[in-house]
């Protein structure tokens, strides 16, 4: 479908259609007509390349006070767009809920104070003790792949047509794949000898985040950008 729009664009729809027939011309229409901008967007993915998951994440997650059902108000740890839009989406389309959302540092005890629920994203949501503060977590990849059964994904490289060369996918494909092989050191830095969080930082780099972009990993971008 994303060959057939470059071509019409180029040389018009009558050659295309000369070329791929009317039904093969009308089922672009309707890929398009399904994916708009979002299709174009992901066939300018650098393949191979993202940083995701396919179930529990750790690091993304709702903490609250209170049954999902019963949620009127989210304070945001705005240090992801990506995460904020993700609860957004899922408020809607899973949760069946409207709550307001309120900007918010990330303290989860100020959170949940202040409001019924409390999104924290990264180190805050990896290392809170959130049964400490009485809380019930949420894991927002866990929920996107309840409600879609693809992966999230929360990281990509991207860009205007002729912005990444060949030599550049390359370097970011073996970047990527150095920092899979060096899981257990990066592990290690990052517990700096606490053997607990070592251990930890080891399970989620190796059983949570999921590495690469494949064709599960695109069409969950594409529900999460439509």
Known sequence: ASVCFGLARVLGREPVEALVGRFGLEAADRWFARWGVAGV?????????????????ASVALYTTRPV???????LDTSSRTSVTLIRVLCRHHFAISPEFVPYGPDLSAMT????????????????????LGLAKIDLGE?????TGLPFIYAAWTGRPGAVAPGDVAA????????V??????????GRGDAGRVARAAVYLRDNVKYGLGPDEAAGLQVFLV
Not at 113 to 132: K, M, N, S, T
Not at 172 to 179: N, S, T, V
Not at 181 to 190: F, L, N, S
């Open 69 to 75: 059902r019963d949620i009127a108000r989210i304070a």
């Open 143 to 147: 929920a996107w792949t309840t409600m």
């Open 113 to 132: 104070r202040d409001c019924d629920a409390g999104l924290l994203i990264g180190d805050p949501a990896f290392d809170v003790d959130h049964e400490a």
């Open 41 to 57: 967007f992901v066939t300018r993915l650098v393949p191979g390349v993202g940083i995701g998951s396919r179930g529990a994440i």
């Open 172 to 179: 970011l494909q073996a970047a990527q794949a150095e920092g």
């Open 181 to 190: 092989r060096a899981t257990v050191a990066i592990a290690a830095e990052y």
